[in-house]
């Protein structure tokens, strides 16, 4: 059943998006179903759910972090987490920079941008975004690199609402991608992906054009309680 999901999912995509299974609450035998039907990222909600199942897994996983990230957190992910979607501040991606050099690497990051009407969501303003790429600290951070964006949309049925808050989106990172940042920002700054789109908004997420989309019950059936 995962894997004719995932076959389905993948097909749909039609190599436009990449997919990312998210396996929040999931067991690792569901895990290794997911693997051994093609999929190689994963992502997690929670820092320690992802540290306790990635030594369980095959090596060359990709380990996506897409649930919001507290700064003291960052150490354990930092020896092998690929991507992290959910950067919102200055502060955050200074931490990362610091964990990545340890290990001597370079940590890519998405900006997470605010675009849903719900007060529950975490995220820059565009505002924020262009304020933070804009500032002369990143010229330091030799051990992050800022890929891209993420956006959750509105948790609502009216699907025009969803569709406008994700062309925002890709509206906001071809401006962003275009632009030639000060101070030697350009060399921390290389987009070329844009996180957005879930279990039920994907389809319309990648005709907006999304170039990851985080997807779990559409895979995995509904979400377990965690007991982690």
Same mark, same amino acid.
């Given at each position: 059943?995962?894997?004719?999901?995932?076959?389905?999912?993948?097909?749909?995509?039609?190599?436009?998006?990449?997919?990312? *299974?998210?396996?929040?609450?999931?067991?690792?035998?569901? +895990? /290794?179903?997911?693997?051994?039907?093609?999929?190689? !990222? @994963? %992502?997690?909600?929670?820092?320690?759910?992802?540290?306790?199942?990635?030594?369980?897994?095959?090596?060359?996983?990709?380990?996506?972090?897409?649930?919001?990230?507290?700064?003291?957190?960052?150490?354990?992910?930092?020896?092998?987490?690929?991507?992290?979607?959910?950067?919102?501040?200055?502060?955050?991606?200074?931490?990362?920079?610091?964990?990545? *050099?340890?290990?001597?690497?370079?940590?890519?990051?998405? +900006? /997470?941008?605010?675009?849903?009407?719900?007060?529950? !969501? @975490? %995220?820059?303003?565009?505002?924020?975004?262009?304020?933070?790429?804009?500032?002369?600290?990143?010229?330091?951070?030799?051990?992050?690199?800022?890929?891209?964006?993420?956006?959750?949309?509105?948790?609502?049925?009216?699907?025009?609402?969803?569709?406008?808050?994700?062309?925002?989106?890709?509206?906001?990172?071809?401006?962003?991608?275009?632009?030639?940042?000060?101070?030697?920002?350009?060399?921390?700054?290389?987009?070329?992906?844009?996180?957005?789109?879930?279990?039920?908004?994907?389809?319309?997420?990648?005709?907006?054009?999304?170039?990851?989309?985080?997807?779990?019950?559409?895979?995995?059936?509904?979400?377990?309680?965690?007991?982690?």
């Amino acid at each position: 059943m995962i894997a004719d999901a995932i076959h389905q999912i993948q097909t749909e995509l039609a190599g436009r998006a990449q997919l990312i *299974a998210v396996t929040k609450t999931k067991p690792i035998a569901m +895990l /290794q179903e997911a693997y051994d039907a093609g999929c190689r !990222k @994963f %992502g997690e909600n929670k820092v320690q759910e992802m540290v306790e199942k990635q030594p369980q897994l095959p090596a060359d996983l990709e380990w996506h972090l897409i649930g919001h990230l507290q700064t003291n957190k960052t150490k354990y992910i930092a020896p092998f987490v690929t991507l992290i979607h959910s950067v919102d501040s200055l502060k955050l991606l200074q931490e990362i920079n610091k964990q990545a *050099a340890k290990y001597n690497r370079v940590i890519d990051c998405l +900006l /997470q941008i605010y675009i849903a009407d719900e007060e529950t !969501k @975490f %995220g820059l303003s565009a505002d924020e975004a262009e304020e933070l790429l804009n500032d002369p600290a990143l010229t330091s951070l030799s051990n992050v690199r800022i890929v891209g964006l993420m956006g959750l949309a509105t948790n609502t049925e009216d699907e025009a609402q969803i569709r406008q808050e994700f062309r925002g989106l890709k509206q906001l990172y071809d401006k962003l991608a275009a632009t030639s940042w000060p101070h030697g920002n350009g060399e921390r700054i290389q987009f070329s992906e844009l996180s957005m789109g879930m279990s039920g908004d994907y389809r319309i997420a990648v005709e907006e054009g999304s170039t990851l989309v985080r997807v779990g019950s559409a895979i995995f059936g509904a979400r377990n309680v965690s007991t982690l």
